[in-house]
DNA sequence: GGGTCCACTGCACACGTGTGCAAGGGACTT
DNA sequence: AAGTCCCTTGCACACGTGTGCAGTGGACCC
């Protein structure tokens, strides 16, 4: 692009200074300018001062844009959320972006909103800007990565996904123990009657956790009863409508243990709707451990997710994977059980 | 950079095609195959649609990096916030990206952590990247943005930032507006001893809702009671130490007006633990509307900020910025107040 | 039939940076 | 004194895309 002399005069675009510049006032080459920015020993320590204080006099800031062409390296990562409003998701985004920023990589951000044409088209957007890696953090999606995964050749880690075999890299919790830790934990205050409020859009997640939740009721020698299984749609209102279903049942049950904390939320206004309180009457416990959790009255029981070390961990596999060295392609971490003040001991046992 | 073949070979990099590629296979330069991709007039139909229907099967990607180079446009903004952890700010961003990529941009998104020098950093490392517009969203700071500011020769929008005079282009909730509308609310409930729980860190947001509560109860001819001011730090803890200072009080206040939400959280607490019913003894009212708000118990009465709209406010700011048209450098939303259960009338009056 | 004009295509250069290679010059060795 | 070696610098090209300008060929007109 030759430019518009003319045009540029009008917008009055600052052309930001370049390498040639520099070299010009400092007396020297570009090659020597671009040599003695990026400390190489084959530049006269005297001149390479010269050349660094002319730069930051002039406030030089060498292009990324340029850089990147040339070396074929953009130093850049994607992120692809449903949604950065999810509190879940943006500590997740907290540790990624912490993780990348530390070894000198930017972060894209971009939402899907859970549409498939969306993630598409942003995957696309993000494979013309060269991105490295991909992260991909959107719980309410599953399938539509298979062909995205299948097409680019680009790295993606999927956090907390649904998963395709083993094809992707990925950092989940570990649901199966940690939603036996939860269940335990009210089998161990007493309870026999434990409902399971889970999420109707199948996520493995879900199944993972409902199966945990069996496994645990089997080794206490309690019969898994099918009307005690209810499903919301990881929403306060969703979790409220599924827990009023199980509150006006015969023999309702002394606890609940909930697939995430925004559905505990709806729990907890379900069953004060329902005339009961919370612990008293029935105990409940969620799974993420929201910032949220610990303000609601009562506090919650639930699961913590350690949020921000999955996005550094999936950012340090991506990157440690650009690097050449290959490391395990799918990690697990594991839950914490957090007891605060949403069960208790059944008061009918 | 001529590359090392061999350094290639081992690491298998998957060199993406390029434009030159796409032209051998159509038998055209590339310079051909560059227009027919970007609709130019210039081509040939049914060259155009060979080209297309090539580029397509190879699924091949234009580079952004190199269009950049060339162009000297990169479409990509770059959005500074203290923390995306933070649930105001991820639903300005949420509005931000959205409106962004409507217009196809993408946005580098940096945590700053409220600390000056990373802060300065990231503006540097957004100055290498060559984005087009910086938006900043860091509630938690202020005046180191002002050398940044004017250094830097990328339009910077600062959303509900502290601000110096009117250097900057801004988009803020206007705050005496609303917050004589809480105030007014509270009045007209009945109440006459209404306390401020303000922020610590002096933010003209605080400064600017301090007013408004002094302004409503001028007009309401209730004296100011200095001891009815208190401050907490943003944070659920500080605001349960602070509302306890005030329960605390001979005639203690029978409301709190809150900097924010997530202060009158801390409030809620505080006001508990005091050994007082909300709203029956003490009434509580909010700023923000966050998610949260509507779900803890009592569900808290607030004033609602538009953070998506806020959001795609300042990025069409920008974006119209830079397609050269000038608007309103300093555009103040309002707020909306939100009536729900945290507000009574008083029960002694 | 020759001239003109238009539609289309390719050449060549630009964008800003990185780097292999050659070359210059000084110091040291034999 | 001549040769060798190393330190330092610059030349030239590469990265992938956009675009001004020249050039080619065909259609149409007189």
New binding site residues.
């Given amino acids: 692009?030759?430019?518009?002399p003319l045009l540029v005069t009008l917008n009055e675009v600052r052309?930001?200074?370049?390498?040639?510049?520099?070299?010009r006032i400092a007396?020297?080459?570009?090659?020597?300018?671009?040599?003695?920015?990026?400390d190489?020993?084959?530049?006269?320590?005297?001149?390479?001062a010269r050349i660094k204080k002319i730069a930051l006099e002039s406030s030089?800031?060498?292009?990324?844009?340029?850089?990147s062409?040339?070396?074929?390296k953009t130093h850049t990562l994607g992120v692809v959320v449903a949604t950065v409003a999810d509190p879940f998701i943006a500590e997740v985004i907290s540790g990624i972006e912490a993780a990348a920023r530390q070894r000198g990589y930017s972060v894209f951000l971009a939402n899907s909103d859970g549409v498939a044409d969306r993630e598409t088209s942003v995957v696309e957007s993000f494979e013309e800007r060269r991105v490295e890696g991909i992260l991909v953090l959107a719980s309410r999606v599953g399938s539509s990565y298979r062909t995205l995964l299948e097409k680019t050749s680009i790295p993606i880690v999927l956090i907390n996904n649904y998963k395709f075999g083993d094809c992707a890299y990925s950092v989940d919790i570990d649901n199966v123990p940690a939603s036996r830790e939860a269940t335990r934990h009210l089998i161990g205050l007493g309870h026999r009657r434990i409902a399971y409020l889970g999420d109707r859009f199948g996520f493995n997640s879900d199944t993972e956790r409902f199966s945990g939740y069996r496994q645990e009721l089997a080794a206490a020698d309690i019969a898994f009863r099918p009307e005690f299984v209810v499903h919301g749609d990881g929403t306060p209102p969703g979790g409220e409508a599924a827990v009023q279903q199980l509150m006006q049942l015969p023999g309702r049950p002394t606890a609940v243990f909930c697939y995430d904390d925004m559905t505990a939320l709806g729990a907890l206004r379900g069953i004060r709707a329902a005339g009961l309180r919370v612990p008293e009457d029935v105990s409940v416990v969620g799974f993420d451990d929201l910032l949220i959790a610990s303000y609601v009255e009562p506090a919650l029981t639930t699961i913590r997710q350690p949020k921000e070390h999955m996005g550094t961990l999936a950012t340090e596999m991506i990157l440690n994977l650009l690097s050449g060295e290959k490391g395990e392609a799918n990690v697990k971490v594991a839950g914490e059980l957090i007891v605060r003040k949403s069960a208790c001991p059944p008061a009918v046992p």
């Fill in positions: 692009m030759t430019g518009h052309q930001s200074l370049s390498i040639k510049d520099v070299a007396n020297v080459s570009h090659s020597t300018v671009s040599r003695a920015l990026r190489s020993p084959l530049v006269n320590p005297e001149t390479a030089y800031r060498a292009s990324a844009v340029a850089r062409l040339a070396t074929s």
